[in-house]
């Protein structure tokens, strides 16, 4: 007989996610994807100048801040048939990295690295065998015994004192946890480093972008970032040799210590390989632009479908007609109002609610669709067209990664293993390797064309009477990120947004086809239904983004509900 289960919230996620399964014979044999928070910003945005939406679209949420700016701009941009000035390119690419570099950081070592490493368990750990075990993984100068006798002697304090603080409520001792103490000692060490790395990636967007979260500097046409290597108040060549610093830093974290961290747990938990599949069907779009037009990038985009990297197909312009004629939402199965499946331009979005109907509406998330079917979106997305297509830097990445993680698994570990849990780990740590080795590149880019004395960061729009339509992409740390616009005469008359994690935690279509989510929590193993922390590995595998969290406090900052997992 089966069980079900319902894990509500789903936590160390931005958003409210809730996720139902039915358990038969130790597996999950069905899965529902609930978003639990209506976003709304589509309809705040209607009747507004164009020119204002990338502000009120990145207030989405205070995680995914500059992608939803930088797809906004894009997106009228696009309607109005412009270009931008090669620096404004170079200025947004350089946001774009070092915003996914914060972000990769963060998402292994606060959100998810807890699903696989046992905090508790390090205090058994030999200090001295933990080094030797870190120095053959890589170099970094914080991996002598020394660190770790004194990570240890903290872990212990916070034990003994029973305020565990950032490691409460984990599952610790749980069956599924099985890396030896000297590996968690080594994850918990490098948590505490991941505070402070990832804070210099922010701090390096701050210097470029105003503030982060919510940068200041975009516009449509181009950036508000002035130019001037002779003027203390602009960008000038302290405060971007400065950037260049804190990027190398952030960049000798990921590939001394991140990369080599998700190697290490991936290998040792290698039976993940067969789990979390799901949706093999993937898309990712161009980034990081080389020209005014938006027809060049250095990370390529693409579909492939059913996990068959010979089916490959680019995506190779801001104006590919591929992707712009066949993205469609689904509200079958979504609180909304109808049962329609529409083109993101005709979409409208009144919602509807109803209580949560397996076999109705379970989820304030529509359902996208690229020619019919299901996607998944994300890094691994983006490593496997990558990968198919012969991106340099991808397949030396992944190629490289693959060797090391058979090494230390005593196994040969192939492509196919990406299809995965611990393959959505794995891509995301290589992406952000070859981001950190982009950011360098733009960087020099930028540097390279204010020298041939190119000053220029913005060309003005004009909006003509009558209707333009527009789309603008761009593959955002949780992966393809699109908006769309209707302007009426020179203001908005509708605007959509298709998030990644729309793509990957929607709920059903009209078929009846599940998304990413739902497909891949089907066949994984549960130890203990009461604490099942297998789904959360897979869950938050996705590094899910629903909506920015909204916490209800009365007038004296007391609590006014408390949400349980049931």
Known sequence: MAQRITVDPITRIEGHLRIDAEIAAGKINKAWSSGQMWRGIELILQGRDPRDAWLFTQR??????????????????????????LNAQYIRNMVMALHTLHDHIVHFYALSALDWVDVVSALKA??????????????????????????????????DSG????????????????????????????YLEALDYQRKANQAIAIIGGKSPHIQNFAVGGVTTAINPDNETTLNMDRLYWMKQLIGEVRGFIKQVYLPDVIAIGALYKDWTQYGAGVTNYLAV????????????????GTIMNGDLGTVKSIKSFHDAYFRDNVVESIAHAWYDGDWSRHPY?????????????????????APRFQGKPMQVGPLAQVLVGY???????????????????????????????????GRHAARAIRAAMLSDLAVKHWQLLVDNIGRGDFEIFNPPTFPKGEQRGYGFHEAPRGALSHWIVIRDGRIKNYQCVVPSTWNA????????????????????????????????TIHSFDPCIACAVHMLDPDGKEMINVKVV
């Not at 030797?132 to 914080?142: H, R, V, Y």
């Not at 059903?508 to 994984?524: K, M, N």
């Open 163 to 190: 305020q565990l603080g950032p490691f409460a409520n984990g599952y610790w001792g749980h069956p599924a946890m099985t890396l030896p103490p000297e590996v968690n000692l080594m994850a918990v060490s490098h």
């Open 60 to 85: 989405i949420c205070g995680v995914c801040t500059t992608v939803h700016a930088l797809a906004s701009v894009r997106t009228v941009e696009n309607a109005l048939g412009m270009e931008i000035p």
């Open 286 to 301: 161009p980034d990081m632009v080389l020209d005014t037009a938006g027809t060049k990038f250095d990370l390529p985009g």
């Open 506 to 537: 929607g709920p059903r279509d009209q078929a009846g086809q599940p998304g990413p989510y739902e497909a891949s929590l089907v066949g994984t193993p549960i130890a203990d239904a009461k604490r099942p922390l297998e789904v959360l590995r």
């Open 388 to 422: 198919a297509t012969g991106h340099e830097l991808t397949k030396k990445y992944v190629d490289s990664t693959l060797q090391r993680i058979s090494a230390v698994a005593g196994v040969q570990v192939g492509p196919a293993a990406l299809h995965s849990t611990i």
């Open 126 to 159: 030999d200090p001295q065998k933990t080094a030797a075990l870190a120095a053959g993984l890589s170099e970094w100068p914080g991996n002598g015994a020394k660190r770790f006798r004194a990570v240890q002697a903290k872990i212990k304090a916070l034990v």
């Open 346 to 366: 005709e979409e409208d979005t009144v919602p509807k609610y109803t209580d949560f109907q397996d076999d109705g509406k379970y989820s304030w998330l529509k």
